[in-house]
């Protein structure tokens, strides 16, 4: 009985080392663990809501209506056409230790991005530029003009970073520059960040802490708001999403996302004759009832690009074809990486192109990595895709199809779209180069190797107890404006 | 002493045979850690590369990844970046070792308890609750057990949270979960050996001297009964291992069981390869434990 004895005893012990925390203001059931708390190395929506609440960028961005604002910089101007930006940095910065956060900060962090040995996703963002400071400004130089750029810079991944963030002998986070400080970060468990006293702007009402829980299953993320037991959580089933919009639930919002599912097809003349078929199964598809299968807030695509880019208003495809049996070399296939959400995408696709069309699709799911290696291979004929904007421009879903792009994955090499591409890049007049971004997409939309699906939705579901913590289009919330409700807390 | 040398040598003989299938294994597999939506620049992905000597060959990496295993030096994870392989790991320890022996003392007490409850009075109305229950338990997976206890104990009654670990209440429900299909399985095995051991003479002898029924149970069957409780606890373990994997991911527990699951998804190489280690490790020597313990028991056992 002895042995029994000592598993209980080491049982009790065990779990009394888990006790004893005490709950943050603010609890966030945020998704997977993140990668990397380092603004440089990360890149996922769920690692984006906590890097914006600890690193600040040049530049803000609107949750509302994606207008860039003053962020660490106080005013940025142009030169050559958006070749050459010149950001003022706000006087009396400060890192969250109360150090001085000037504007070699901001070079030698843009700098570090640019080395390929940093491994950062974003290096592209900054890899041709040259930069150099003055002692209240930072000068940017590309090659092309980079309208988009102030934009760019509200994003963390162009966030200055900490001269001991830089040297690596500090954990990323613990000096930060954003509205929150980290605490720390138990793998697997919690990410616990606490207000920034030397934040620029003023935050005391904000809550005093946030902890982001690592929570991968929805229905527990589910299980947990409706206990109480977290505040916010951004991961709602698909079915319960449902039932929540039917019961007219105040605390759940569905709102569009500057994202996009569509469906790469491996360029024609390949198992697919020609794009007469793409366009054939396009206008199969009824996008409104596929809308409605995905879930609330999900709208019908015709475009690429989403609705809501500021100043840009999709192109319309060509009129509906008249369905007719597409030229197909046997059977057609559709890979998707394996997820409930995925696989009920494809199985409605099935049914339409077989009920529509009669043409047999055979579904084949693939886990995430080995999918993204079938896509990149080229060795597909349609694969399910999604798209979601690094930054509040047509650019980030047009230039995937560059031919030059490594994110294109269909072999679709197209001059005109190319040029039209590089056109705008040279463009310095911001409506003209929206114009013919424009021309490109109808390009694309018409005769490319895509076809748009829907445009995605972000589901939440939020204490009645805070405001201001909805997230806008980019996900992206303003972390110094949330407030509790009067009254609630 | 042969004996605990030649078990140990067995051990680290198993640890360095898993952990080189496992190595085949992750790397033989389609994708690769830095494969993601929005591709690297090839300048980024060659330096990446490099700097986890990606670009050496199959047979120099191995040599690399053994000669840090050997070293206690599991390297650094390649999914998070800020993170050590052990870092990682050995957080979660406390948590699964906490969840994994909640689970045991489940399955031990209930199964024991009921087993014995059972074998006293075959057919009795005791008897048919537990057979019932101890075949529902074994024959419902633990993530519905979970579902179901979530349900009940956190929505219905409200005693107990859904999810998290910042409370001891945290791991009643998952150690439930987890515990329960064993004990039932337990409780089988402790009545068909308590009916064959209240059968013997001996026992009717101590009935006949007018020892209490309880005196019986507690000091002449419980401890004879121990013997295959003990040895069931081995694969047990085992079980409940694998089964704390999806248990862990329900109940938002940060122990290393997702890991285990996570890492070979992201193609994480180095921590796929020491979750193995680890779990191999902790597997021989759950196995190892209940071994010594059978032989204390019944020392006609050797380990």
């Not at chain 1, 520059?177 to 980290?182: E, H, I």
């Not at chain 1, 597409?326 to 059977?331: D, S």
Request: glycine share 8%; aromatic share 8%.
């Amino acid at each position: 009985m002895s042995v029994l004895r000592g598993v209980l005893v080491t049982a009790l012990l065990l779990h009394a080392g888990a006790c004893g925390k005490d709950p943050a203001a603010l609890r966030i059931a945020n998704g997977p663990d993140p990668s990397s708390l380092d603004p440089h190395l990360a890149s996922s929506v769920s690692e984006g809501r906590i890097l914006s609440s600890l690193w600040a960028g040049l530049t803000k961005s609107n949750p509302t209506n994606l207008e860039v604002m003053p962020g660490l910089a106080e005013t940025w101007t142009p030169s050559e056409n958006g070749r050459i930006w010149t950001f003022k940095i706000r006087d009396n910065l400060r890192w969250s230790d109360g150090s001085p956060l000037t504007t070699k900060d901001v070079k030698a962090s843009w700098v570090r991005l640019q080395n390929p040995k940093t491994g950062a996703p974003y290096q592209n963002w900054v890899a041709d530029a040259s930069i150099s400071t003055s002692s209240n400004s930072v000068r940017i130089e590309f090659p092309n003009p980079q309208p988009q750029f102030p934009a760019m810079c509200s994003w963390p991944a162009l966030a200055p970073i900490p001269p001991g963030l830089r040297n690596e002998n500090e954990i990323p986070g613990e000096v930060s520059s954003g509205p929150y400080t980290l605490k720390y970060w138990k793998i697997r468990d919690r990410v616990r960040v606490i207000r920034n006293p030397f934040y620029w702007k003023k935050n005391s009402e904000a809550p005093e802490s946030i902890d982001f829980l690592t929570v991968e299953s929805s229905f527990t993320a589910l299980n947990l708001f409706l206990s109480g037991e977290v505040d916010w959580t951004p991961l709602v089933p698909r079915l319960a999403a449902l039932a929540l919009v039917k019961k007219k639930e105040p605390s759940f919002s569905a709102s569009p996302r500057l994202g996009t599912t569509f469906l790469r097809f491996q360029a024609p003349p390949s198992s697919i004759h020609d794009y007469s078929t793409i366009k054939t199964l396009s206008d199969a598809i009824d996008r409104k009832k596929l809308a409605e299968v995905v879930g609330p807030g999900s709208i019908p695509a015709i475009s690429l690009t989403p609705p809501g880019l500021p100043g840009y208003a999709p192109p319309l495809p060509s009129r509906f074809s008249h369905p007719v049996k597409p030229k197909l070399h046997g059977r057609l296939e559709l890979i998707f990486p394996s997820s409930d959400a995925n696989r009920i995408v494809a199985e409605f696709l099935q049914d339409q192109w077989k009920r529509n069309l009669g043409v047999e699709v055979l579904l084949v799911n693939q886990e995430w990595k080995a999918f993204l290696r079938t896509q990149q291979s080229g060795n597909y004929q349609i694969s399910l895709s999604s798209w979601i904007a690094d930054y509040p421009d047509p650019l980030s879903f047009l230039e995937i199809f560059h031919s030059d792009s490594g994110n294109n994955r269909t072999g679709w090499e197209n001059v005109q779209y190319d040029t039209l591409l590089d056109m705008a890049s040279q463009e310095g007049n911001p409506s003209e180069r929206l114009k013919i971004l424009r021309r490109a997409e109808s390009l694309l939309i018409r005769g490319g190797p895509i076809v748009p699906l829907t445009h995605e939705a972000g589901t939440d579901l939020i204490s009645s107890q805070w405001s201001n913590i909805r997230p806008g289009p980019m996900g992206n919330i303003n972390w110094e404006r949330i407030r509790p409700r009067s009254g609630a807390k | 002493m042969n004996a605990f040398l030649r078990r140990l040598g067995s051990w680290a003989l198993t640890i360095l045979a898993v952990h080189a299938v496992a190595f085949l294994l992750v790397r033989s597999t389609r994708g690769g850690p830095f494969d993601s939506e929005r591709s690297l620049s090839p300048e980024v992905r060659e330096a990446l590369e490099a700097h986890y000597h990606l670009d050496q060959s199959i047979l120099h990496q191995y040599i690399e990844a053994l000669r840090g295993l050997l070293r206690g030096n599991l390297g650094p994870s390649m999914h998070y970046r800020d993170l050590g392989v052990w870092e990682i790991l050995s957080a979660g320890i406390p948590v699964s070792l906490g969840l994994g022996l909640g689970g045991i003392l489940v399955a031990v007490v209930l199964g024991v308890t009921s087993g014995l409850g059972s074998a006293r009075r075959p057919s009795g109305k005791i008897d048919t609750i537990t057979r019932w229950t101890s075949s529902l338990v074994m024959g419902i997976p633990n993530f519905i057990l979970a579902g179901l206890g979530v349900a009940y104990f956190s929505f219905y009654l409200g005693w107990l949270p859904s999810a998290g670990s910042e409370q001891a209440t945290h791991f009643i429900l998952p150690s439930l979960a987890l515990g329960l299909p064993f004990a039932g399985q337990l409780s089988r095995l402790v009545r068909a050996e308590g009916l064959k051991i209240l059968a013997e003479d001996s026992i009717r002898a101590a009935r006949s001297r007018g020892l209490p029924e309880l005196h019986i149970l507690r000091f002449h069957v419980l401890p004879r009964t121990l013997v295959p409780v003990a040895a069931f606890l081995g694969p047990a373990t085992a079980g409940m291992l694998t089964g704390s994997l999806v248990i862990e991911q329900i109940f938002a527990l940060p122990g290393i069981g997702t890991h285990f699951v996570q890492a070979a998804l992201n193609r994480d190489y180095t921590l796929a390869l020491g979750a193995t280690v680890l779990y191999t490790a902790l597997l021989g020597a759950a196995t190892w434990a209940a071994d010594i313990w059978v032989s204390r028991l019944d020392p006609r056992i050797e380990t």
